[in-house]
């Protein structure tokens, strides 16, 4: 079935076969993340986190916002020894190696850049948890694991870049044990329009700077997740908190503008132009940030007895 299409990336994508679309998102998406991890430790926290950060107040650092973003995450997923997690779309290693360190957990993350890859492996190593980390460039619809193989599957800003996403969900669904969680931070579209979704500014985000982004509405991709088998435990809006998150990584560029420049000509201007929008996008909520908690079936835990909106609140 054709997706609806709220702008020229999803019109297009709508277009292709399955098959190239896939071949699309491999390489348009993986652009943007090629570029140097040196150029993106300029800009973001120090354990590269491409996603919101958590705030307690406007005035608060980027490093403590993720931090605290870390450790929410941790409490949601509530990874026990030897639990396997998959980490979808795992970027520079920000979550996955913060949930090694913290949990006896065994990882394995995918991501479209090799440079990804190679910099979250550095990082595992340095930090000792190399040997239950493994880490592969792969799209997520060409991943062969076996069903009911893991308890706990995670995307931290990457479905958004996602087109085929009744497929993600179903996967998610079966890969995961019975009492699995599933959790997504991501971007999503009001129901009621808000602005102009085919403007030239969302065109630039969704196709220029990041290759290709898919933004439903909140309650399409919670419908998706209960046809795949998933129950739905907890939303978090995090709108604001996107909108914080993009002001200190514009800061950043802004202070960095030139060393990015000698190593990606050019670069610094799309980071601060994407960014700039995006962040308007979230304080006017025309773009609107969400956390998604999930399990297969009825969670293996009580969550009444599971106080998730304090766990993890601290950093
Ligand atoms: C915004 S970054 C988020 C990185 C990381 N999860 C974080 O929170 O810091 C998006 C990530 O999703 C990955 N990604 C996007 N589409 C993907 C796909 N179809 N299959 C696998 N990874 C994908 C990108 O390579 C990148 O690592």
């Keep these: 079935m054709t997706a609806a299409a709220h702008t020229r990336a999803e019109r297009e994508a709508n277009l292709r076969s399955a098959f190239d679309q896939r071949e699309h998102e491999r390489q348009a998406v993986a652009a943007h993340y090629e570029h140097s991890p040196e150029i993106f430790s300029l800009v973001l926290d120090s354990r590269l986190a491409y996603a919101t950060g958590v705030y307690e107040h406007a005035g608060e650092d980027l490093e403590t916002a993720q931090a605290r973003k870390y450790a929410r995450i941790a409490a949601k997923l509530d990874i026990r020894p030897g639990q396997r997690v998959l980490d979808v779309g795992c970027g520079w290693g920000s979550n996955l190696l913060y949930l090694a360190q913290h949990s006896e957990g065994v990882f394995q993350g995918i991501t479209l850049s090799a440079q990804q890859r190679e910099e979250a492996l550095r990082r595992a190593r340095a930090w000792g948890v190399a040997d239950r980390v493994q880490i592969d460039v792969c799209h997520v619809e060409d991943l062969k694991l076996r069903p009911e193989s893991f308890d706990a599957v995670l995307f931290s800003g990457s479905i958004v870049h996602m087109h085929n996403r009744p497929a993600v969900h179903e996967m998610v669904g079966e890969l995961l044990k019975p009492g699995g969680r599933v959790l997504i931070s991501d971007c999503y579209f009001p129901v009621q329009p808000r602005g102009d979704r085919d403007s030239a500014a969302t065109e630039y985000i969704f196709v220029e700077a990041l290759g290709y982004c898919r933004l439903i509405g909140l309650a399409e991709e919670l419908q998706l997740m209960e046809r795949a088998g998933l129950d739905i435990?907890?939303?978090?809006?995090?709108?604001?908190?996107?909108?914080?998150?993009?002001?200190?990584?514009?800061d950043n560029v802004r202070k960095h503008r030139k060393t990015i420049d000698a190593m990606a000509p050019g670069f610094a201007a799309v980071l601060q132009q994407y960014m700039t929008v995006a962040r308007m996008s979230f304080a006017r909520r025309t773009a609107l940030e969400y956390m998604i908690l999930a399990t297969k079936g009825a969670p293996t835990v009580d969550p009444g007895a599971w106080p998730i909106?304090?766990?993890g609140g601290r950093s």
């Design 233 to 250: 435990l907890h939303v978090e809006d995090l709108t604001r908190h996107y909108a914080q998150t993009l002001a200190h990584w514009i």
């Design 309 to 311: 909106a304090q766990k």
